[in-house]
C-alpha cells in the first residue's frame, strides 16, 4: 500500500482524531525541544504532515505563525473548520512533501516533523523531503523530528515505515546543520500499544 493522498483522505474522513495512531492530547515532548530554541515564538512553523494535531492550536495560541503542509486536503479541511477566523493566520499547503514546492512560501525559522518523515520509504522520496528542508530553511533555523525509533513498530495505518536513528538524521541533513539535543520517548497509543520515538533537535548553521 502506498502513501497517497487518497489512503490520507480515507483515514482523516473514517477516523475519529482521537482514536488515529499517532494522536497526541497535548504536545509536551516537542515543547520540551522548544525550550531550547530562543524566542520561537516569533517564528514561522512549517509543520509538515500537519494532520489534524492539537500543535497547530499550540503553537497559534503562543503567536507564531504557520505553513500547514499536508497530503491530505480532508485533514486540512478538518483544521480549517477547528480554527474558524484564526485559519486567515495559517499557510495552507496542500502536497506530497517529497515533492518539490509546487508554490511560493516565506522563509522558515522552524520545522516540526512529528510522525512524516518516517512514511516515505523510497530512496527518491527521502531525498526530496530533505531536499525541500534544506531549501526552506534559513541559515539559523532550526529542525525537530520526532520519528519512530530503530526499536520501534515496522508498520502504522497500514503503511511500512523507514525507522529512524540520530545517526541516519545527522548524515541524510549533512554538516550543515548540528544535532542540539535528543531523546528517546515511549509514545502510548489510543489502543494502549507502546510506540518507540526518537525526539532530535538540529540547528541549521550554514547554506549547503
Known amino acids: 500500500m502506498a502513501s497517497t493522498s ?3 483522505n480515507s483515514v482523516f474522513s473514517s477516523t475519529e482524531n482521537s482514536k488515529l495512531g499517532w494522536y497526541e492530547k497535548d ?3 516537542t515543547l520540551r525541544l522548544l525550550t531550547h530554541i530562543p524566542e520561537w515564538e516569533n517564528s514561522t512553523i512549517f509543520l509538515p504532515g500537519a494532520g489534524t ?3 497547530i492550536e499550540e503553537l497559534l495560541t503562543r503567536g507564531a505563525k504557520l505553513v500547514l503542509n499536508d497530503i491530505s486536503a ?7 473548520r477547528r480554527l474558524g477566523d484564526r485559519d486567515k493566520a495559517v499557510d495552507w499547503l496542500c502536497q506530497d512533501i517529497s515533492r518539490p514546492f509546487h508554490k511560493e512560501i516565506p522563509d522558515i525559522d522552524l520545522w516540526i516533523d512529528r510522525a512524516v518523515l518516517h512514511f516515505l520509504t523510497g530512496e527518491d522520496d527521502i531525498k526530496g523531503y530533505f531536499g ?3 531549501s526552506a530553511l ?3 533555523g532550526h529542525a525537530i523530528f520526532a ?6 513498530a515496522p508498520k502504522c495505518a497500514g503503511l511500512t515505515l523507514h525507522r529512524y536513528g540520530v545517526e541516519e538524521l545527522s548524515a541524510r541533513l549533512g554538516p550543515s546543520f548540528r544535532l542540539i539535543s535528543h531523546f528517546d520517548h515511549i509514545y502510548i497509543n489510543p489502543n494502549g500499544d507502546p510506540r518507540p520515538y526518537i525526539y532530535t533537535l538540529y540547528i541549521r548553521e550554514k547554506p549547503e
Open 27 to 29: 504536545a509536551a515532548q
Open 147 to 152: 520519528e519512530f525509533s530503530r526499536t520501534g
Open 138 to 140: 534559513k541559515t539559523g
Open 132 to 134: 525541500n528542508i534544506k
Open 6 to 8: 487518497e489512503h490520507w
Open 53 to 55: 494535531s492539537v500543535l
Open 74 to 80: 480532508e485533514a486540512l479541511n478538518q483544521v480549517r
